[in-house]
């Protein structure tokens, strides 16, 4: 029974472009999640993370959207850059807890 | 400033052999973490360590599996008696406190082949 969804398995796109990786979740005692970036070959990296008090946080080129009442959040890398691409991983933590439950992952292709 | 290190980064076993998979935390971090991922899963959580003590195994199962942080040296995961369905990559993170939503920082991991 998975709690964190990601959907697509993969997801090309065009360098300049935006890519939107989206994660589903089913537990509604999560409330801290997280994104994570794998290359092969190495570990995951932390990437950027939200409070369920917020719905939006922005580093960068990276933006995360949480919507609670839909159980959902979104990952926005714009412009996207042939560097990123990568395996992303959705994570999610319930209060109180120290470890995530993590996503199966979305491959992202940027083609240049 | 090294990162989390674990060793080997691959192993190969054959069935009924042993595995012991080495993790060294980032310094600074008292607080190691190992997680499984099966081919085409995501990472599943196995077990959560502080030097000397075992705080959250939950994740690990109940045979054949073991996990310890000694005061000195890096931390092991062994898995004893080695079956084919254990071939995965094992990923170690640390972190400074293991506060709740404490950023984990992971390691390379280590891709396990059982023959």
């Known amino acids: 029974d998975q709690q964190v969804k990601q959907n697509s398995p993969s997801l090309s796109v065009q360098e300049g472009r935006i890519s939107i990786l989206n994660c589903d979740y089913t537990?509604?005692?999560?409330?801290?999640f997280l994104w994570y970036k794998k290359y092969p070959a190495e570990g995951p990296t932390f990437l950027i993370s939200?409070?369920?008090?917020?719905d939006k946080n922005e580093d960068g080129r990276f933006t995360v959207f949480l919507n609670k009442s839909a159980k959902h959040l979104s990952l926005h890398i714009v412009p996207s850059q042939p560097g990123d691409s990568a395996v992303y991983f959705c994570?999610?933590?319930?209060?109180?807890?120290?470890?995530?439950?993590f996503g199966r992952g979305t491959s992202l292709i940027v083609h240049p | 400033n090294a990162g989390v290190m674990q060793n080997p980064r691959h192993l190969v076993r054959r069935r009924g052999q042993e595995a012991r998979l080495r993790c060294s935390p980032m310094?600074?971090?008292?607080?190691v973490y190992w997680y499984r991922q099966l081919p085409e899963e995501g990472l599943k959580f196995m077990v959560y360590?502080?030097?000397?003590?075992?705080?959250?195994e939950s994740g690990m199962p109940k045979e054949r599996f073991s996990a310890e942080f000694p005061k000195e040296g890096p931390s092991i995961l062994r898995i004893q008696q080695v079956v084919r369905g254990d071939s995965a990559a094992y990923f170690c993170?640390?972190?400074?406190?293991?506060?709740?939503?404490?950023?984990?920082?992971f390691g390379p991991g280590t891709r396990l082949l059982v023959l």
């Open positions: 993170a640390s972190s400074p406190t293991g506060q709740t939503q404490e950023t984990q920082y």
């Open positions: 537990n509604s005692m999560f409330d801290y």
């Open positions: 939200i409070s369920s008090i917020k």
């Open positions: 994570a999610a933590v319930s209060g109180g807890s120290y470890i995530p439950t």
């Open positions: 310094k600074g971090h008292s607080h």
């Open positions: 360590l502080q030097k000397e003590n075992i705080i959250d």
